[in-house]
Nanobody, 119 residues
Framework: QVQLVESGGGLVQPGGSLRLSCAASGSIASIIAMSWYRQAPGKQRDLVAT???????NYADSVKGRFSISRDNAKNSVYLQMNSLKPEDTAVYYC?????????????WGQGTQVTVSS
């Protein structure tokens, strides 16, 4: 089992920056990928960025060049640095971990953190 706790959301003006953090605990060694998703009111939850264990990150087209995902294995954490924020980035951001154990994959979600971009 893996548990995820996000932090770092808040209110920021357009053009500003925020850094989201997600701390993982539990069966860390079974994590094969970590990602950030977001869900705006009335919309589906969409992938923002993902970073496989030992692999390269990938980003949604809407955030390429503005957002950066990184992992710190020593701290069992994943981060999302968000720059040049736009009002359309407003959403609840969720940390996600994919684990593999005994031939099965499992998806775990954090509780979410609100990001609001507004003047």
């Amino acid at each position: 089992q893996v548990q995820l706790v996000e932090s770092g959301g808040g209110l920021v003006q357009p053009g500003g920056s925020l850094r989201l953090s997600c701390a993982a605990s539990g069966s860390i060694a079974s994590i094969i990928a970590m990602s950030w998703y977001r869900q705006a009111p009335g919309k589906q939850r969409d992938l923002v960025a993902t970073i496989p264990t030992g692999g390269s990150p990938n980003y949604a087209d809407s955030v390429k060049g503005r957002f950066s995902i990184s992992r710190d294995n020593a701290k069992n954490s994943v981060y999302l640095q968000m720059n040049s924020l736009k009002p359309e980035d407003t959403a609840v951001y969720y940390c996600n971990a994919i684990t593999w154990s005994g031939g099965f994959t499992k998806t775990t979600w954090g509780q979410g953190t609100q990001v609001t971009v507004s003047s």
